[in-house]
């Protein structure tokens, strides 16, 4: 996860505020999309599922080379169907109890999407900053996703300009209204779990604004090669 980084994952949880939400393990998808809409007020919907085939995990999709299997939306109309409700969520997943948890952006958050090196190389750097964090996740295809407040798919364009770097050329993308993220533990085929990198807690349902976290996540980004374009459409609707 690059040099000079300061601790991982599981370090950046440990030492982490425990919250309700992550229980998680051994706990089903219904029950912790039900918590994600309960505790948080975020708003969720299933999306596809994984599906045995000759001993494979295939995408409930169909789709052979699904880029993103068990992990992307069932559904066209998928931003009429997320829900902040408990109840309605609990009953969306009683219809399909293995789909995966998708997180519709630009409502409650937008999500700053980043390649995990420069991600844990910015969250050390936040962290000698001391600068509040919202929840950050760490996904199988190796992003990781700051949550911040609404509006900054709007301002981070210009935000980033301000600092000098060409939006284009840096591997950094915002997703705002339109698009989604996926929730721990919604896995990604084979290739694993996405997991919390700093969890939700008390202390951080008070999300920070984008202006806040920009600068050193640029700057990680601007260390990186550039990898503009790959990956893409992991928070696209489809």
Known sequence: MGAGVEFSVDETIAG?????IPKQRGESLQ??????AEERHWDVFPGTWLEAADGVQRCSCGEP???VPGAHPAREDWATVATGSATVARRLWAKQPVASILLPTGR??????VPETAGFLALARMKRMELTLGPVTCTP????????LPGAAAKVP????KLGWPLATL???VFGEGTYV???PTRFGARGAVQWACRPTPANRWLPDAEELISPLAYACGREPSGRGRGRGRGRGR
């Open 182 to 184: 996926p929730a721990p």
């Open 108 to 113: 409650t958050f937008d999500a700053i999407d």
């Open 158 to 161: 210009d935000l980033v300009r």
């Open 65 to 67: 080379s699904c880029a």
């Open 171 to 173: 591997d950094l993308e």
């Open 31 to 36: 029950d912790t999309a039900v918590r994600y």
């Open 141 to 148: 295809d190796r992003r990781m996703q700051f949550f911040v």
């Open 16 to 20: 982490t505020e425990t919250a309700q």
